[in-house]
T-cell receptor
Framework: GAVVSQHPSWVICKSGTSVKIECRSL??????MFWYRQFPKQSLMLMAT?????????EQGVEKDKFLINHASLTLSTLTVTSAHPEDSSFYIC?????????FGPGTRLTVT | SQQGEEDPQALSIQEGENATMNCSYK?????LQWYRQNSGRGLVHLIL?????REKHSGRLRVTLDTSKKSSSLLITASRAADTASYFC??????????????FGTGTLLAVQP
């Protein structure tokens, strides 16, 4: 199956700083990538849909100025958590879309202290 | 917004028993997918069933889909301790113009006791 990587796999940052998470499709071109957030013992919540070369579409309640998404190429999308706060601590998962299936990255655990 | 509700929220069984998880959703779908997630890890795609299919098998997994009831079930037969994980259904549909968008259910935490 298709491989999607995320980097870093975990990150600890101080409150007020920004963190960038990368999502790469390694063996296929993904015109669409998705970003999810998962709090402990909860399900995945879709944050935004990222299309190559255009602005991301954010789900209701997700602050687009706080969670900056860039999809500059068909194999790379980035999520930047700006001015991070402890409540942003979560597991962030990306996926890249093939046809009907989405291929998920291994996730990035963000801890904001 | 959360699309699917899964039932039960948690399930504990003995090794060798079958495990059944149910998923209900609210709107029309193109497909329904089941994923497994081990604690703190990424998602593993298990099976995809299209809206015009009623049943699908893959190894020890059997998935059914009833679009009239807007529900699906995942059956794991002859469970093993290694099946211990959270299981999520996810519906794929034309949500907000994005054809591949997935909306995840609440999940079922399965514990298989050796």
């Amino acid at each position: 199956g298709a491989v999607v990587s995320q980097h870093p796999s975990w990150v600890i940052c101080k409150s007020g700083t920004s963190v960038k998470i990368e999502c790469r499709s390694l063996d296929f071109q993904a015109t669409t990538m998705f970003w999810y957030r998962q709090f402990p013992k909860q399900s995945l919540m879709l944050m935004a849909t990222s299309n190559e070369g255009s602005k991301a579409t954010y789900e209701q309640g997700v602050e687009k100025d706080k969670f900056l998404i860039n999809h500059a190429s068909l194999t790379l999308s980035t999520l930047t958590v700006t001015s991070a706060h402890p409540e942003d601590s979560s597991f962030y998962i990306c996926s890249a879309s093939g046809r009907a299936e989405q291929y998920f990255g291994p996730g990035t655990r963000l801890t904001v202290t | 917004s959360q699309q699917g509700e899964e039932d039960p929220q948690a399930l504990s069984i003995q090794e060798g028993e079958n495990a059944t998880m149910n998923c209900s959703y609210k709107t029309s779908i193109n497909n329904l997918q089941w994923y497994r997630q081990n604690s703190g890890r990424g998602l593993v795609h298990l099976i995809l069933i299209r809206s015009n299919e009623r049943e699908k098998h893959s190894g020890r997994l059997r998935v059914t889909l009833d679009t009239s009831k807007k529900s699906s079930s995942l059956l794991i037969t002859a469970s093993r301790a290694a099946d211990t994980a959270s299981y999520f259904c996810a519906t794929g549909g034309n949500y907000g113009g994005a054809t591949n968008k997935l909306i995840f259910g609440t999940g079922t935490l399965l514990a298989v006791q050796p």
